[in-house]
Nanobody, 121 residues
């Protein structure tokens, strides 16, 4: 099993910045993709950003140029720097990790508990 511990988030005014982090621990042989998703009230969970083990990134169009995802492979941690925040960024943000327990090429997917980000206008 893998445990994900998220930190960061909170309340910020529009135009402000916040950062999130998510540390993975447990039975980890390797971590492939790491990422962040979010879910606003009454809406489906959506992708925010992902990053591969090699550092390739992918962003939702709505956050491109404002959010930056990064990872520290030595610490099994993924980060999300959020700048120029907008009220529509308000949501619960979830960490997402795809990892392997052994050399066998089977991926397991894990989710963090979620952290609230609220952007006031």
């Amino acid at each position: 099993q893998v445990q994900l511990v998220e930190s960061g988030g909170g309340l910020v005014q529009a135009g402000g910045s916040l950062s999130l982090s998510c540390a993975a621990s447990g039975t980890i042989f390797s971590i492939n993709d790491m990422g962040w998703y979010r879910q606003a009230p009454g809406k489906q969970r959506e992708l925010v950003a992902t990053i591969t083990s090699g550092g390739s990134t992918n962003y939702a169009d709505s956050v491109k140029g404002r959010f930056t995802i990064s990872r520290d492979n030595a610490k099994n941690t993924v980060y999300l720097q959020m700048n120029s925040l907008k009220p529509e960024d308000t949501a619960v943000y979830y960490c997402h990790v795809k990892s392997r327990r052994t050399w066998y090429p089977r991926d397991y997917v894990y989710w963090g508990q979620g952290t609230q980000v609220t952007v006031s206008s």
